[in-house]
């Protein structure tokens, strides 16, 4: 089983929708990301958290919200979605140390 | 503000060794790290520096000097297989935060 899982895989939206995109992991990590890839640009930080009671904005989190349910969960919002949010978004998880762990990614279109 | 560079496309043969350079300007550091990842696939972990140095782990080493702001990850006995995108990133701001490069497509050729 997949160490670090996310839903959905695909999603095709439209302007203005409310989406949750979820990532669960069973690393027993405390760290945990959110990140969005679009061509060219690399993996920008939308958020991170530590632990359940912190949670701290990364490069581009306007337009996000994120939720952080349980050491394992870690939700990522796009509140009212616009095409320009249309990327590959992933989630990843790290110990104190320096490796992320990354999901398979949630490719979302917003129409 | 904080930046890493690092080429966009690289070509090599099968068989070839190819460096892939990083340079980063950033408000901290606290280590380069490099990923890799395949076409549809998510990042995966390859290596790590904190400190200046060639860090070696089978066909791939990677090197870091932090006075120049520098790095590079060097790939030998490249396979068909190594051809993907390779992503140089460094810890930043107390170490809580990770910045990326753009990433370099790595294409091999027979």
């Known amino acids: 089983d997949a160490d670090v899982t996310q839903t959905p895989r695909n999603r095709i939206t439209k302007t203005g929708k409310r989406i949750m995109l979820e990532c669960s992991q069973t690393?027993?990590?405390?760290?945990m990301y959110w990140y969005r890839q679009d061509p060219g640009l690399g993996l920008r930080l939308i958020y991170y958290?530590?632990?359940?009671?912190?949670?701290n904005k990364g490069e581009i989190s306007d337009g996000y919200s994120v939720s952080r349910q349980a050491q394992a969960k870690f939700s990522l919002s796009l509140e009212s979605a616009i095409p320009n949010q249309t990327a590959l978004y992933f989630c990843?998880?790290?110990?104190?140390?320096?490796?992320?762990?990354f999901g398979p990614g949630t490719r979302l279109t917003v129409l | 503000g904080q930046s890493l560079e690092q080429p966009s496309e690289v070509t090599a043969v099968e068989g070839a060794i190819v460096q892939i350079n990083c340079t980063y300007q950033?408000?901290?550091?606290?280590?380069l790290s490099w990923y890799q990842q395949h076409d549809g696939g998510a990042p995966t972990f390859l290596s790590y520096?904190?400190?200046?140095g060639l860090e070696e782990t089978g066909r791939f080493s990677s090197f870091l000097s932090r006075s120049d702001s520098y790095g590079y990850l060097l790939l030998q006995e490249l396979q068909m297989k190594d051809s993907a995108s390779y992503f140089c990133?460094?810890?930043?701001?107390?170490?809580?935060?990770?910045?990326f490069g753009a990433g370099t497509r790595l294409f091999v050729k027979a």
């Open positions: 950033t408000s901290g550091f606290y280590g």
């Open positions: 990843a998880t790290s110990d104190e140390y320096n490796e992320q762990f």
């Open positions: 520096n904190g400190l200046d």
């Open positions: 690393k027993g990590h405390d760290r």
């Open positions: 990133a460094v810890r930043d701001e107390g170490g809580f935060k990770t910045i």
């Open positions: 958290s530590f632990d359940v009671k912190d949670i």
